[in-house]
């Protein structure tokens, strides 16, 4: 069980919201109420192979569930999946060259349908699966799928996962909350590629789905979503001479 603890703390006393994830703020007297965050919380266990919940399968993996670091979906922070998550991981190991993770982020979660005749709980998930293949040393190549589904979006509070747009929350004339959806698949993979001094990393992800918006009317027709098609580029590619080490990168 890992629990990580956090203390973020401007120096400083400021006047209003704090930058984003800090907490509270250092003034002249320094007498700060107690302000501890949970950046980590979660259990992992072997799932399967020797001395797991299951040993009658034969090859090793981990399942991790709670608060934890997203990991083993892409190379690069942040393009894919970076930061911290709430929700289960499985890491499995079926030879020395050839692994996966699997995982299912818990966005938002809807305990109450219903809150009142302008508010609601909506439930938001995604699912990813990476496999990291390396072919042979110096080689590695992760191809990834993503499905993330939007009902409602999340809080908005700093666009993390889906767009705010308020929580994606409106209120018709009615007085009725109705909420923006978002369906969106992601495919692609990352890859790492190194020989001597020079080094290349290239990513390329292709997305598809769609995304609610308040309803217009064009031509006659209400439309309620926007159809989602994007391409992802990143690359990276570097040279080493001793202690130099030259990058450029492209997005």
């Known amino acids: 069980m890992v629990w990580g603890l956090e203390f973020d703390f401007n120096n400083g006393q400021v006047t209003g919201a704090a930058a984003p994830g800090v907490s509270s703020s250092f003034d002249l007297d320094t007498d700060v109420p107690g302000f501890t965050e949970t950046k980590w919380l ?18 090793a993996s981990t399942i991790r569930g709670g608060a934890q670091p997203c990991t083993g979906h892409g190379y690069k922070f942040g393009l894919i999946c970076g930061g911290d998550i709430p929700g289960v991981s499985v890491h499995t190991d079926w030879s020395s060259s050839v692994k996966s993770t ?11 349908r219903t809150q009142s005749t ?19 040393k110096g080689l590695s190549i992760q191809p990834t799928y993503v499905y993330k589904d939007g009902d409602g979006g999340n809080n908005g509070s700093a666009s993390l996962g889906y767009e705010a747009k308020d929580g994606f929350a409106y209120t018709n004339g009615a007085g009725t909350a109705t909420d923006h959806n978002t369906h969106v698949h992601t495919i692609g993979f990352d890859a790492r590629w190194q020989k001597g001094g020079l080094t290349l990393e290239p990513s390329i992800y292709y997305q598809i789905g769609s995304q609610g918006i308040s309803p217009v009317l064009i031509n006659n027709s209400v439309k309620n979503s926007v159809d989602v098609r994007s391409w992802v580029f990143d690359g990276i590619a570097g040279y080493r001479l001793g202690p130099l080490n030259l990058q450029t990168r492209f997005l």
């Open 118 to 136: 302008t508010a609601s709980n909506r439930e938001s998930y995604a699912f990813l699966a990476s496999v990291d293949i390396t072919p042979f």
């Open 42 to 59: 979660y259990v992992e266990t072997p799932l399967t192979g020797a001395g797991s919940i299951m040993p009658f399968i034969p090859v």
């Open 102 to 112: 699997l995982t299912f982020v818990q966005v938002r979660e809807a305990l109450f």
